[in-house]
């Protein structure tokens, strides 16, 4: 038998508990998901405003208009990055506590594994697969939510960002507003400027694919990375200290 068809014969005889896997991989990876979606729209908002900007030729204040944006970009981005590592490792430690408890309720499968001669690196193998399984099954379901809420997706993404900025106090004012009338529409809005508002703008299709795809594709290398690593860090251990334990019973 194939170490993929006994990792999925694993998963449905633990069926409950890998439940609250997948749950666990679907919350942190919606999180981890969201933050590299905005730390991603960052240099291309900026490089569209920027745009808008010299397309209505504001020379007098264009320059202190787009050092301003910038600082704003900057502070907003290093914020990302401090929620980003935050939910790396609150991710981390919640994988690290149920791969530990996992092994321990798979102990006496562990032992029928090896009074029948099965090799303890097969034993790694099939768990590593066990555990990557949900992660593949869950990118498949958020591709075809993808497909089918886009638009709610992306307005959800650019109200996100806006909170963002007013609720850490990034900004003051507000510099930016979903438009009212369609999906996908950012307003800018010019502090200490003579025109209220300068004009929107919309992200095409493909923008926002080419974002949600290099978000979904940097979040998925972050949880293969943390599956793989910590997955056979805690096996492993698991199968230095239950093989030690195993030969000391052993009939000399």
């Known amino acids: 038998m194939s170490y993929t068809k006994i990792a999925l014969a ?8 890998m439940v609250l896997y997948f749950l666990f991989l679907l919350f942190t990876f919606f999180v981890l998901f969201t933050i590299n979606s905005l730390k991603t729209i960052l240099p291309i908002l900026l490089v569209k405003t920027e745009d808008l900007l010299y397309s209505y030729g504001l020379s007098s204040e264009k320059q202190a208009i787009i050092t301003h944006l ?9 914020f990302y990055s401090f929620l980003q590592k935050t939910s790396l490792l609150f991710t981390g430690i919640g994988l690290f506590i149920f791969y530990t408890v996992y092994q321990r309720i798979k102990q006496r499968e562990f032992s029928t594994w090896q009074q029948t001669g099965s090799s303890l690196k097969g034993w790694l193998t099939f768990n590593l697969i066990e555990l990557l399984f949900p992660l593949f099954v869950l990118g498949v379901v958020l591709i075809i939510f993808y497909i089918l809420f886009q638009q709610p997706i992306c307005n959800f993404l650019l109200t996100k960002h806006i909170q963002t900025l007013e609720q850490t106090e990034i900004v003051k004012h507000s510099l930016f507003e979903v438009g009212d009338n369609a999906l996908n529409q950012l307003v800018i809005r010019i502090p200490n400027s003579s025109q209220a508002w300068i004009s929107s703008f919309l992200l095409s299709t493909y923008e926002w694919s080419k974002i949600l795809l290099s978000a979904f594709w940097l979040t998925t290398k972050m949880f293969v990375a943390m599956i793989l690593s910590l997955g056979t860090m805690v096996v492993s251990y698991t199968i230095f200290w239950r093989s030690r ?5 052993l009939p000399k």
Request: proline fraction near 0%.
């Open 70 to 78: 910038k600082q704003i970009n900057l502070q907003t981005s290093h």
């Open 10 to 17: 694993s998963i449905k005889y633990h069926k409950w508990v």
């Open 245 to 249: 334990s195993w030969k000391k019973h």
